[in-house]
């Protein structure tokens, strides 16, 4: 089965750039969507379909998706974005939903 | 804004059938997919499922054994029912709303649930 691939952790500055990848073969063909985790909340969807923003949610959060990698870019970064990111993408073949392990961003 | 709740025990024992339902409030069930997807402690999100609001399903290959789901459109709620639960199946579930716009291809999950910790322990 078809398997996303992120990296544990990521540690940014105040005030960085934050860059969060999903790796998965020719994942650039599949549209990504991105949820932002915090404890006792509802899990939101920060981008979906590759680069699309909710409203809602600042425009600090921006995704981009080619070839084998695709990333969620969370520029200026604040304290309050500290929080799991799961990325995300639908298995045509059986119709299924499929998350990668999460990465934990730490600030 | 639609909200979903979901509820049900939060200790269940072990062999035995956890029940769930999701209520949907601010918006219609009709016309729309709903999945439960699962967070065990310290780990990443499982998609579990989903139900149409016709009663159409489809399961995780890893679940489909256990899992069932049904939905009752005139209450607005829809339920997961998985048997015979280990201590594997302790996790935050959290129903959420499927969604897929026009021209798009793929799904993804617009509103969820807070989540419910459920415990598997005698």
């Known amino acids: 089965s078809y398997v996303l691939t992120q990296p544990p952790s990521v540690s940014v500055a105040p005030g960085e750039t934050a860059r969060i990848t999903c790796g998965g073969d020719n994942i650039g063909t599949k549209s990504v969507h991105w949820y932002q985790l915090k404890p006792g909340r509802a899990p939101v969807v920060v981008i979906y379909y590759n680069n699309d923003r909710p409203s809602g949610i600042p425009e600090r959060f921006s995704g981009s998706n080619s070839g084998h990698t695709a990333t969620l870019t969370i520029s200026r970064v604040e304290a309050g974005d500290e929080a799991d990111y799961f990325c995300q993408v639908w298995d045509s073949v059986g119709d299924h939903r499929l998350f990668g392990a999460g990465t934990k961003l730490t600030v | 804004q639609v909200q979903l709740q979901e509820s049900g025990p939060r200790l269940v024992k072990p062999s035995e059938t956890l029940s769930l339902t999701c209520t949907v409030s601010s918006g219609s069930i009709s016309t729309y997919y709903w999945s439960w997807i699962r967070q065990p402690p310290g780990k990443g999100l499982e998609w579990i499922g989903f139900i149409y609001y016709n009663g159409g399903t489809n399961y995780s290959p890893s679940l489909q054994n256990r899992v069932s789901l049904s939905i009752d459109p005139s209450k607005n709620q829809f339920s997961l029912k998985l048997t015979s639960v280990t201590a594997a199946d302790t996790a935050i579930y959290y129903c959420?709303?499927?969604?897929?716009?026009?021209?798009?291809?793929?799904?993804?999950?617009?509103?969820w649930g807070q989540g419910i910790l459920v415990t598997v322990s005698s």
């Open positions: 959420a709303r499927d969604r897929q716009w026009l021209g798009e291809e793929g799904w993804y999950f617009d509103y």
